[in-house]
């Protein structure tokens, strides 16, 4: 069976990096294509020679401050020639980027059923987050196949009509690269991380990019952040810098230059999952992060007013502090001086998975294609 995969991110290379090893494991039921979109160019390549993946087919389609209208055109228009040049029998997205709806999109005018990889998460806000609540959505109406990471996301999924034989709860599959990439010995490839990590606290702040906090909501966030490293001793605030000028430019304004501050551009894979690992808390607007952090035991303040993994703030490993300055400082403030309010959220149990996400996706292919009788549970 020809299984293509699609995708275009970090983050969705990060999370498809297992499902691809693992059915090409199964060379005697699957063969694998993969395509790539390179909606993302640099921190995909990184992602990409960290799992040993050569792509079959990279559509190359990032530009410099590139809109999402251009993202979809160009890729649409690349995958439809790629579709019809290989055929394959099923195609896997993942997420909720703009290559997971277009490589959908795509495969549903050629006819070829899908599969959805992390599917069922909703806020029930179309804009927030922008535009990947809706990209989920749409990927959701066209997908054949559904792998809901959690029992919410399977609610979800029903919820919208979509058939109880379709939906396979398997677990997230970033849980999967995590325990494949995290090392206590693990060197970093710039010396002054080895040094960061063995030093005072790390509260590591992930490249803050969600479109919905743009304007106002960002500059509170950077306000509040600047705020932190001066008021705060003991501490080293690691900050990584957005590709996106829109994001990258207002951190630079408001941390440049400020004590314990280290602005760093974007690392590869193994270096920030394991850097995550050791930092005593992260900052972050992201999706992936709520489901990483805590399965390394780190407290997660998350910058945003609505979450698609309310899974995560129901265990207490993640907290929503939304973008208000005096919310955000009180968060990170107790965290830091409360041990007992940090141990609560460091120890909270991750509802995310055990690392069999891969292999419960791959089963669930070969029993609704007649290839296997026998779902993993």
Request: net charge negative; with cysteine.
């Amino acid at each position: 069976m020809k299984v293509m995969t699609i995708f275009g991110t970090r983050p969705e290379a990060v999370k498809m990096a297992p499902v691809i090893k693992e059915l090409a494991r199964r060379a005697d039921r699957f063969a694998v294509v993969v395509t790539v979109t390179a909606q993302h160019r640099e921190m995909l390549d990184q992602t990409l020679e960290h799992f040993h993946i050569r792509p079959d087919h990279d559509l190359n389609v990032m530009q410099e401050r590139q809109s999402l209208t251009q993202i979809a055109l160009r890729a649409l228009d690349g995958l439809d020639a790629v579709l019809a040049q290989e055929s394959p029998d099923f195609v896997l997205v993942h997420g909720d980027t703009s290559t997971t709806f277009i490589g959908c999109l795509a495969a549903f005018y050629h006819g070829i059923p899908t599969g959805h990889v992390e599917a069922g998460l909703r806020t029930g806000d179309k804009y927030s987050p922008f535009p990947e609540e809706m990209n989920r959505r749409l990927t959701g109406a066209i997908a054949d196949l559904h792998f809901a990471p959690t029992d919410w996301a399977r609610a979800n999924l029903l919820a919208e009509g979509v058939p109880a034989e379709r939906i396979f709860v398997t677990g997230n599959t970033a849980i999967d690269a995590l325990f494949l990439t995290v090392d206590p010995g693990h060197r970093f490839a710039r010396p002054e991380l080895n040094r960061l990590a063995a030093g005072r606290r790390l509260v590591l702040v992930d490249s803050l990019h969600r479109r919905e906090n743009f304007g106002e909501a960002m500059e509170r966030i950077y306000r509040s952040l600047a705020r932190l490293a001066r008021e705060t001793p003991g501490i080293e605030l690691v900050f990584l810098l957005h590709k996106n000028p829109e994001a990258r430019e207002v951190g630079l304004r408001h941390l440049s230059g400020l004590p314990g501050v280290h602005l760093l551009e974007p690392m590869d894979y193994p270096d920030w999952v394991n850097l995550m690992a050791r930092a005593y808390l992260v900052i972050s607007d992201s999706g992936g992060i709520q489901e990483e952090a805590p399965s390394l035991g780190t407290p997660v303040l998350l910058l945003r007013d609505k979450t698609e993994r309310p899974e995560a703030i129901e265990a207490g490993t993640v907290r929503m502090v939304g973008t208000d300055e005096g919310r955000i400082l009180a968060a990170v403030t107790e965290l830091l001086a409360n041990p007992a309010a940090h141990r609560a959220m460091a120890q909270a149990k991750n509802p995310y998975g055990d690392g069999r996400a891969a292999q419960r996706i791959a089963d669930a292919i070969e029993t609704y294609f007649g290839l296997s009788k026998q779902v993993a549970k």
